[in-house]
């Protein structure tokens, strides 16, 4: 099992940045892949980006690409989204997850097996 905790939402001006963080609690959290994923209100959860189990490959949906960076340290059990130059459409609840494959290249939310609570960002006009 593995236990992941968002934190580091809030609410930002446009054109402003966050971090989120995602600690995992529980075994082999090294070995998954892991991924962001956004839900704003009324629409599905979807696919922000992934990271490998090693750090050395990252995937961002093309909505996000060049403003979000996703970053892990295993050392700490910890995974990172790096968001830049927000804008209101990003305000959404941003979960992380793990899933088993290690490769981080899921897209789809039935391809994780560990989902967070998930972090509320809210984006100022």
């Known amino acids: 099992q593995v236990q992941l905790v968002e934190s580091g939402g809030g609410l930002v001006q446009a054109g402003g940045s966050l971090r989120l963080s995602c600690a995992a609690s529980?075994?082999?959290?090294?070995?998954?892949?892991m991924g962001w994923f956004r839900q704003a209100p009324g629409k599905e959860r979807v696919f922000v980006g992934g990271?490998?189990?090693?750090?050395?490959?990252?995937y961002y949906a093309d909505s996000v690409k060049g403003r979000v960076s996703i970053s892990r340290d295993n050392a700490k059990n910890t995974v990172y989204l790096q968001m830049n130059s927000l804008n209101p459409e990003d305000t959404a609840v941003y979960y992380c997850?793990?899933?088993?494959?290690?490769?981080?290249?899921?897209?789809?939310?039935?391809?994780?097996?560990?989902w967070g609570q998930g972090t509320q960002v809210t984006v100022s006009s």
């Open positions: 529980g075994r082999s959290f090294s070995t998954f892949g």
């Open positions: 990271i490998s189990w090693s750090g050395g490959n990252t």
């Open positions: 997850a793990a899933e088993v494959t290690g490769y981080g290249n899921r897209w789809h939310v039935n391809e994780y097996a560990y």
